[in-house]
């Protein structure tokens, strides 16, 4: 039984990452509420994440700091990418009116490359100092040079909205899951999905 709930143990760590990882969404939704602060609540989520897979404590003060330090090349960033929403959004609307394979295609495309670009941006941020147009460039490519885990995050960023949409009776039968770890997770596991990436880019 000590074993069971040893520090070192499995169980035990599950259960830390679980209640970190409850901690960040609610700051994640909160500070999310008026929409233009999702770029730097994002970004502040993003690297207190990096930071709590490498073991690292303190989650709550470091999630303010980079809110703190970021909120204007985050907020400048998300911008950015809403400005770039309109054209994916709009082309999704209307594609079931009319649906072709050329309109089927485009959207796909636009979607996918905002999904690709948003996935990739905020981690790129929490790990680099550059410009903004610099980061959103890298993020760009690295979209489509690593299209499989591109994929992989687009899928989970759906998720949520996909449900919301289509299924909105199980949405809120699943509600709970949102409001306690849904959003940290999503990016818990996108983080480590590309952070082999974002190694090779540092050197390591």
């Not at 990739?120 to 490519?141: C, D, G, I, K, S």
Request: some cysteine; glycine content about 6%.
């Amino acid at each position: 039984m000590d074993r069971i709930f040893s520090p070192d143990s499995r169980i035990y760590r599950f259960f830390q990452t679980v209640g970190e990882l409850f901690i960040l969404n609610l700051l994640y939704l909160l500070t999310c509420l008026p929409a233009v602060t999702v770029g730097v609540s994002t970004a502040a989520l993003c690297q207190t994440v990096f930071s709590m897979q490498k073991g690292n404590g303190g989650l709550f003060r470091l999630f303010f700091s980079v809110w703190r330090d970021e909120w204007k090349q985050a907020t400048a960033v998300w911008l950015i990418l809403l400005v770039f929403l309109l054209p994916a959004a709009a082309s999704a609307y209307f594609l079931p009116g009319a649906p072709s394979l050329p309109g089927i295609v485009v959207t796909a495309l636009l979607v996918l490359t905002w999904l690709g670009v948003f996935g990739w941006v905020f981690p790129l941020m929490a790990r680099f100092r550059n410009r903004t147009a610099v980061h959103l460039r890298n993020a760009l490519l690295l979209s489509f040079a690593h299209l499989f885990r591109t994929l992989m995050m687009a899928l989970s960023l759906l998720v949520p909205v996909v449900m919301l949409v289509l299924f909105p009776y199980w949405f809120l039968r699943l509600g709970f899951i949102w409001f306690t770890v849904g959003l940290a997770l999503i990016c818990y596991s996108n983080c480590k999905l590309i952070a082999p990436v974002l190694r090779q880019l540092e050197g390591e």
